[in-house]
């Protein structure tokens, strides 16, 4: 379910295979937007003119709010589990059970950028500038950063018990351009909402002579390693 930004309305995806706008106050229906299968996921365009939705039917589509009628549709390989729209309403983001996020045109449906993730991807959110995109499998957040029509990987973070469809980027204040807000199910079960910077988020410097670490972790290990730190296969190993 998901509020237009005015709140004047809601849509909604169901098990019945359609998507409904309707009006908050009264209940109206304004709109029904159909599929071929449950909708899991609904969005509003920042405007509130359009409704993206994702479905079992392995699509995600973009629909006017007001007549119902399909704009584009994007194919994935599985369900569609999240969208979300950019902030000037261009561009979708999806999250899919095929392992992919994708970004598309909210317009034309032409696939922009294709990012393949470990998992099912469960939850995506654009950044109030448009130029970061944040992406959910489990309890990984992936962070990319856009470059034109690219996106590319620059941090992941690992936070445990974390609830699935539940990240949003913090209003942009200046303090923290690249906050976002996750939800998390603390171990008495109640809901926690910690906020992350990915501006923290730096790898560790490596500590030790590269080449004694390779041996003392060659002997702990039982493999052997070339002098660049690679793996060499058994079967080019010498033999002892």
């Not at 569609?80 to 045109?105: C, H, I, P, Q, W």
């Not at 199910?185 to 990915?198: A, G, M, S, T």
């Not at 501006?199 to 702990?220: H, Y």
Request: proline content about 6%; charged content about 25%; aromatic content about 8%.
């Amino acid at each position: 379910m998901a509020f237009s930004p005015d709140g004047k309305l809601v849509a909604t995806g169901s098990f019945d295979n359609t998507a409904r706008v309707l009006e908050a106050a009264s209940g109206r229906e304004v709109s029904r937007l159909d599929h071929k299968a449950p909708v899991n996921a609904v969005a509003f365009s920042p405007d509130g003119k359009l409704v993206a939705t994702g479905s079992f039917d392995n699509t995600a589509r973009v629909f006017e709010a007001a007549s119902g009628i399909e704009v584009s549709r994007l194919a994935h390989q599985s369900f569609v589990y999240a969208v979300a729209f950019s902030r000037d309403g261009k561009l979708v983001a999806t999250g899919s059970f095929d392992n992919t996020s994708r970004v598309f045109e909210a317009a034309s449906g032409r696939e922009v950028s294709r990012l393949a993730h470990q998992n099912s991807v469960d939850a995506v959110a654009f950044s109030p500038d448009g130029k970061l995109l944040v992406t959910q499998t489990g309890n990984w957040l992936h962070v990319y950063e856009r470059n034109r029509d690219r996106w590319s990987p620059i941090a992941n973070r690992h936070l445990p018990v974390l609830w699935p469809k539940t990240i949003r980027f913090v209003s942009a204040d200046g303090h923290c351009p690249k906050c976002v807000e996750v939800v998390r199910d603390v171990p008495e079960n109640l809901l926690q909402v910690d906020r992350i910077n990915f501006d923290e988020f730096t790898a560790p410097p490596i500590k030790g002579d590269p080449q004694q670490l390779v041996s003392e972790w060659s002997a702990k290990l039982g493999l052997t390693f070339d002098s660049r730190g690679r793996i060499i296969p058994l079967s080019s190993a010498p033999a002892k």
